[in-house]
Structures are given as C-alpha cells and as structure tokens.
C-alpha cells in the first residue's frame, strides 16, 4: 500500500514528556514529507496550541484541533470543517459542574475560559498552561463564564479532576443525559466535551474528502480513548505503547511509547524509509 497520509496526535503520541516534538519524531515526518506524504496533526488542544509544533516543517497543512470540532489550514488559517457546541447546551453542561464542584474548561478557536474555584485553583491553572499554550491564546479566568459562553462559539468542554474518579464518574453520567453531545477522555483524570457528531474519525473522515484520499491511504497515530474512532477509520491505526491496553486492542499495530520515538518507528515501517 503506498500511504499518502499520515495523522497524528499529539501529547502522548508525538509529543515525549516534555510536551515537544522529539528529535527522531521530526526526522521521521520530515523524510515523509519528502517522498510525498501529507502530515496532519490532530489534537484535543486549541488550534494555536497545536499549531506551533509544526513551524519546523514550514508547510501549509490542515490541523485538526479540539478533537475534531475545527479543521483549518496552518499558513493560511483557511477554514476547512467547524462544529461547535450551541449555546444552550453549553449552560447545560456548566450547570452540571456547578452543581459538582468540579473544575472545568471551555475552548473557542483560541480562547480558553477558565473557571475559577480558588487561588490555588488558578495557579495549577496557570502553570499547567506553560507547559501547553504560546503567547497567541486568550485565556480568560471567571467564576461565572454563562456569560463569556455567549461571546464565543465553545468547540470544547472539558472537566478535570485529579483525585476524585467517583465525582468524575457522577459528573459523567449526568452528561449522559444530554442529548446532541459526544463525551469522550484524553486522560485519566479528564472528560471532554463536543457537539454530536464531533470527534477525531468524523474530522479525518471530512478531511479525506477535502484531499481526495482514500481512507485505505491514511496512517493514523494516537494513544487514546479520544483517538479510536480516527484509528478505526484510517487503513492503519497504530496504537503507542504507552496507551491503555483497551485502546491497544482496538489498533492495528502497536509501536513504541511516545518517549521511545514510537510515531517515527512506525514510520519507518509503513513507508520504508
């Protein structure tokens, strides 16, 4: 099979520990570009956030952000595909948080608002987002957002807690209950919310349409949950081996952790470079 895509995700796939594109991660998408293949990486992150890590390539490539609700070009900024949560279900969703006590987040295009539970709260925040976010990302702190919600079109919430799964879990079955809303994880301690319909496999499916690919064509990267319905849909799935064995049951080959190069190993494999 002569592979014409390669997608990825990024934090615990292209990304080591760090956060940053490691070395032989570079060197394996930069031969791949060479002979022709197209990169594009999809991320949970808000579309700068994202976009920052592909400079080195110097390309003008879509860029699938917030699991899928956006897909613009990288250069161009051209929009390709947006889904973004209405209104009205977004109250729902923060109403739902309030009630729990747990903190929550919600991301426009290259906005992220904030819920302020405490001092404390904010300074995790905002160091959290050092590690994250350039310059280029409005972030707005507030302890009532419902009001910032009607100023931006909302194409991710995600609500985070560190020690407590049981109020996760409470937090989550309540969501349950609303329609038109996709719920999904990117780690241990998070859930994350799109608009129906909204999620790495539906952008990848739209996206393939726009190049004229076919999905046999594609070479898809990630390490979970939030990532299978776009390892299902592309002709390879390769799963990282820092992924959760449920997520490594559902790929097609399993690669090295993301600290190991496991994106570049797998590259080397599949294209033969």
Same mark, same amino acid.
């Given at each position: 099979?002569?592979?014409?895509?390669?997608?990825? @995700?990024?934090?615990?796939?292209?990304?080591?520990?760090?956060?940053?594109?490691?070395?032989?991660?570079?060197?394996?998408?930069?031969?791949?570009?060479?002979?022709?293949?197209?990169?594009?990486? *999809?991320?949970?992150?808000?579309?700068?956030? *994202?976009?920052?890590?592909?400079?080195? &390539?110097?390309?003008?490539? !879509?860029?699938? *952000?917030?699991?899928?609700?956006?897909?613009?070009?990288?250069?161009?900024? =051209?929009?390709?595909? =947006?889904?973004?949560? !209405?209104?009205?279900?977004?109250?729902?969703?923060?109403?739902?948080?309030?009630?729990?006590?747990?903190?929550?987040?919600?991301?426009?295009?290259?906005?992220?608002?904030?819920?302020?539970?405490?001092?404390?709260?904010?300074?995790?925040?905002?160091?959290?987002?050092? #590690?994250?976010?350039?310059?280029?990302? #409005?972030?707005?702190?507030?302890?009532?957002?419902?009001?910032?919600?009607?100023?931006?079109?909302?194409?991710?919430?995600?609500?985070?807690?560190?020690?407590?799964?049981?109020?996760?879990?409470?937090?989550?079955?309540?969501?349950?209950?609303?329609?038109?809303?996709?719920?999904?994880?990117?780690?241990?301690? #998070?859930?994350?919310?799109?608009?129906?319909?909204?999620?790495?496999?539906?952008?990848?499916?739209?996206?393939?349409?726009?190049?004229?690919?076919?999905?046999?064509?594609?070479?898809?990267?990630? @390490? #979970?949950?939030? +990532? &299978? +319905?776009?390892? =299902?849909?592309?002709?390879?799935?390769?799963?990282?081996?820092?992924?959760?064995?449920?997520?490594?049951?559902?790929?097609?080959?399993?690669?090295?952790?993301?600290?190991?190069?496991?994106?570049?190993?797998?590259?080397? =494999?599949?294209?033969?470079?």
């Amino acid at each position: 099979m002569e592979y014409k895509l390669i997608v990825s @995700d990024m934090d615990g796939t292209l990304l080591g520990d760090n956060h940053k594109i490691t070395k032989e991660n570079k060197i394996a998408l930069s031969k791949a570009l060479k002979k022709g293949v197209k990169i594009v990486p *999809a991320s949970g992150r808000i579309y700068n956030s *994202a976009r920052e890590h592909f400079d080195f &390539l110097d390309i003008n490539t !879509p860029l699938i *952000a917030c699991n899928g609700a956006i897909i613009k070009e990288t250069k161009t900024n =051209k929009l390709i595909y =947006k889904n973004s949560i !209405p209104n009205d279900i977004c109250l729902k969703i923060i109403d739902i948080f309030e009630k729990n006590k747990i903190y929550y987040q919600l991301y426009s295009e290259n906005t992220m608002l904030c819920k302020n539970l405490s001092r404390e709260d904010q300074k995790k925040t905002q160091d959290r987002l050092k #590690n994250f976010f350039n310059d280029e990302i #409005n972030v707005h702190f507030g302890d009532d957002l419902k009001e910032e919600v009607l100023k931006h079109q909302i194409l991710k919430i995600i609500a985070i807690d560190d020690n407590d799964r049981d109020k996760l879990n409470n937090v989550k079955n309540e969501l349950n209950k609303i329609q038109d809303i996709e719920i999904t994880s990117s780690w241990f301690n #998070n859930i994350e919310i799109m608009h129906k319909g909204v999620n790495k496999g539906e952008a990848l499916k739209e996206l393939v349409k726009y190049l004229g690919i076919d999905r046999k064509e594609v070479i898809a990267f990630g @390490d #979970n949950y939030n +990532d &299978l +319905d776009m390892l =299902k849909f592309a002709g390879v799935g390769v799963v990282m081996g820092n992924a959760d064995e449920a997520v490594k049951e559902q790929g097609d080959y399993v690669t090295s952790t993301n600290t190991e190069d496991g994106v570049a190993k797998a590259i080397y =494999k599949f294209l033969g470079i």
